[in-house]
Nanobody
């Protein structure tokens, strides 16, 4: 059974940085890895995606501050978050989308940015 496990969340001050990690296991034929987030009282939203061709997609709100990357040898995806703002506070979820259109989700990691 496929599994995604996020780590790296925590409390950081405005302007600080965090790097989230997403370790994948038991998932094959992954096309796209992505990060999504859900703030209290809001819907889950896309943060960034990276497909097998190396193409990335970022939410406008994080462009220039966040970077998504993958280490295929380690089956791990990362989200480097710089210049964090209070509005980045949310639970961050990792997603793996396969070529068979199956989606896997992690349980999430909480990022809190204090002002």
């Amino acid at each position: 059974q496929g599994q995604l496990v996020e780590s790296g969340g925590g409390l950081v001050q405005t302007g600080g940085s965090l790097r989230l990690s997403c370790a994948a296991s038991g998932i094959i034929f992954v096309n796209t890895m992505g990060w999504y987030r859900q703030a209290p009282g809001k819907q889950r939203e896309l943060v960034a995606t990276l497909n097998n061709a190396g193409s990335t997609n970022y939410a406008d709100s994080v462009k220039g501050r966040f970077t998504i990357s993958r280490d295929n040898a380690k089956n791990t995806a990362y989200l480097q978050m710089n210049s964090l703002k209070p509005e980045d506070t949310a639970v961050y979820y990792c997603n793996a989308h396969t070529v068979f259109a199956v989606d896997y989700w992690g349980k999430g990691t909480l990022v809190t940015v204090s002002s």
